[in-house]
Nanobody, 125 residues
Framework: QVQLVESGGGLVQAGGSLRLSCAAS????????VGWFRQAPGKEREFVSG????????MYSDSVKGRFIISRDNAKNMVYLEMNTLKPEDTAVYYC??????????????????WGRGTQVTVSS
């Protein structure tokens, strides 16, 4: 498994932008698909975005499509989530997660078994 550490959260006004980063340990990062999830108070954790192991394919939830952009730099073992046009309903703890999937280039929404501790994103109205 990889170890994941998120950073970049904070307080931003509605309409603003933030860029989250996820740093991964290990030398086999290209074997892992990576996803971003979020959990708002009183709500279940939900899938936000994912990127396949080689960075060629991305996926977004309907709620963030067109506003968020996921990317990865395998040379640096990093995954990023650029969040634009933020809304108060984007307020949540954001988690980076990974699962080994060296045999496939698809992006599952479940089955992630390595998780970071999360970073808080708060969007004020």
């Amino acid at each position: 498994q990889v170890q994941l550490v998120e950073s970049g959260g904070g307080l931003v006004q509605a309409g603003g932008s933030l860029r989250l980063s996820c740093a991964a340990s290990g030398r086999t990062f290209t074997r892992y698909v990576v996803g971003w999830f979020r959990q708002a108070p009183g709500k279940e954790r939900e899938f936000v975005s994912g990127i396949n192991r080689r960075g060629f394919t991305t996926m977004y939830s309907d709620s963030v499509k067109g506003r968020f952009i996921i990317s990865r730099d395998n040379a640096k073992n990093m995954v990023y989530l650029e969040m634009n046009t933020l809304k108060p309903e984007d307020t949540a703890v954001y988690y980076c997660a990974a699962q080994e999937r060296f045999w496939s280039d698809d992006i599952p929404r479940t089955g992630y078994n390595s998780w970071g501790r999360g970073t808080q994103v708060t969007v004020s109205s």
